[in-house]
């Protein structure tokens, strides 16, 4: 199927799937005219790379973690050890943001008082 269809199928635009091609992470089979041909597999990995931009990864990360869901037969330890990685990362953010918020509460009812 072309770009356009392959974009409305997994609620994304063309200009996201080739920035994903860009970046690696997706890798459209060609036509005869040139043109992007994406097949179900493709949309797969769209929805994949959705899912895992929705959880808070890059695509660097994203790139790398990839070929582990794909491939059902191959192993890889990493992928957890990334994912962990990842969680902590996004656990930190959470509780800088909870201080941050604390910090303005604190203030806040100092001024009022």
Do not use: F, W
């Amino acid at each position: 199927m072309r770009i356009a269809e392959a974009a409305s199928r997994t609620g994304t635009t063309t200009r996201l799937l080739r920035y994903y091609e860009e970046q690696g992470l997706l890798t459209p089979s060609r036509n005869s005219a040139g043109y992007r041909d994406y097949s179900e597999t493709d949309l797969h990995t769209i929805k994949q790379i959705r899912q895992l931009l929705d959880a808070g990864l890059g695509t660097v990360t994203i790139a790398i973690l990839l070929p582990c869901l794909n491939e059902k037969s191959v192993a890889c330890p990493e992928l957890v050890q990334r994912l962990r990685e990842e969680e902590q990362r996004i656990t930190n953010a959470i509780d800088a943001q909870l201080a941050a918020r604390e910090a303005l509460r604190t203030i806040i009812q100092s001024g009022l008082n």
